[in-house]
């Protein structure tokens, strides 16, 4: 697995990277040789956050961990990763190697998680409508909602306006 490494705000320094390095590389069981992890280490306002993405087959596993410092982070995060990919791994057998879940053990969790099928409650459907982002805001805020989903005026294209875990806004533009 290639591993991709960004500081932000953070030195990360050789002996923390190959700890990481060191304890990724025991997810090479799930993953194919084309599979990438992306880790990102900042600090913010005496807070260390590392989050880690892992793409393989156009799938993603991603883990966001707030903590002290990092090593406990990355303690925290693979076992993230590692239920994401079990959960994963009963519905896409193809993503993952063969030999993958042939071990009776995993890596980072004690045990294996417990199945939580969802199933979808309620469908809706609603017009979509061309306004300025500002609007957007507006329309969702007067509707006490996390996110809305609108045509932007400016791109032409599909965004969702959703609200962030640390009380911002964020905006998912559509590619399509």
Same mark, same amino acid.
């Given at each position: 697995m290639k591993i991709e490494f960004v500081e932000k705000n953070y030195d990360i320094g050789q002996s923390l990277k190959k700890i990481i390095t060191k304890k990724i590389d025991k =997810?090479?069981?799930y993953f194919d040789d084309n599979a990438k992890a992306r880790v990102v280490c900042s600090l913010q306002n005496k807070t260390y956050k590392l989050e880690l993405t892992i793409t393989s087959k156009n799938k993603l596993f991603r883990a966001e961990v707030v903590g002290e410092n990092? %090593?406990?982070n990355i303690d925290t995060a693979l076992p993230k990763i590692e239920r994401q990919i079990i *959960? #994963?791994?009963k519905r896409a057998k193809d993503l993952f190697r063969k030999t993958a879940f042939d071990l +009776? +053990?995993?890596e980072f969790l004690p045990e294996l998680p417990e199945d939580e099928e969802k199933r979808? %409650? *309620?469908t809706k459907e609603f017009d =979509?409508? +061309?306004m300025p982002i500002e609007d957007a805001i507006e329309?969702?805020?007067l509707l006490d909602h996390d996110f809305y989903i609108f045509l932007n005026e400016k791109s032409n294209k599909v965004n969702v306006l959703y609200n962030r875990r640390d009380g911002e806004l964020g905006v998912i533009? #559509?590619?399509y």
């Open positions: =997810l090479d069981r990092m %090593y406990d *959960k #994963c791994s +009776s +053990s995993l979808i %409650y *309620k =979509l409508v +061309s329309n969702m805020q533009e #559509c590619n």
